[in-house]
C-alpha cells in the first residue's frame, strides 16, 4: 500500500514502485480525471543530457491500494502502470545503470495541469 503523501489538491500525481534498466512500475492519478484512465509520457535523459519522449503509456492497471489511500483523487481503483522498455534502450540503460542516475521522467497528459 503507498504511504500517504500531502494532501494533492488540484494536480496530477503518482508514484515510482519500482525501476530497473528494464522496466518502470507505478501509479498515476489526475483528480480531474476521475475515474477514467491516465495517459502518461516517459521521457529518458540517455546519454547524461535533457530528456528525450520514449513512449504514451496508460495509468489503467488495478490499484485498489490506492484509491483505498486517496479516493477522492483516484476514485475507480485503476491507476497502476508499467512499461517495458524495448531491447535497445534496456541495454543502454542497464549500462548506465550501473555507473550513473538515470534520470527517467513520467509526465501526466491531459485533463487537469500536467
Keep these: 500500500m503507498p ?5 494533492p489538491i488540484g494536480i496530477p500525481f503518482g508514484h515510482f514502485d519500482a ?3 528494464t522496466y518502470i512500475r507505478g501509479w498515476a492519478c489526475d ?3 476521475g475515474t477514467a484512465p491516465v495517459q502518461l509520457h516517459i521521457y529518458i535523459a540517455l546519454p547524461a543530457g535533457n530528456p528525450t519522449f520514449h513512449a504514451s503509456i496508460t495509468a489503467n492497471q488495478p490499484r485498489p491500494d490506492v484509491t483505498k ?3 477522492r483523487q483516484c476514485p475507480g481503483g485503476y491507476h497502476g502502470f508499467h512499461y517495458y522498455f ?3 534502450n534496456a541495454k543502454a ?3 548506465d545503470w550501473e555507473t550513473n542516475e538515470v534520470p527517467i521522467y513520467v509526465y501526466v497528459i491531459g485533463v487537469g495541469e500536467d
Design 31 to 33: 483528480e480531474h480525471a
Design 86 to 88: 524495448d531491447a535497445p
Design 93 to 95: 540503460l542497464n549500462k
Design 19 to 21: 525501476a530497473t534498466p
Design 3 to 7: 504511504s500517504p503523501l500531502p494532501e
Design 69 to 71: 489511500v486517496y479516493p
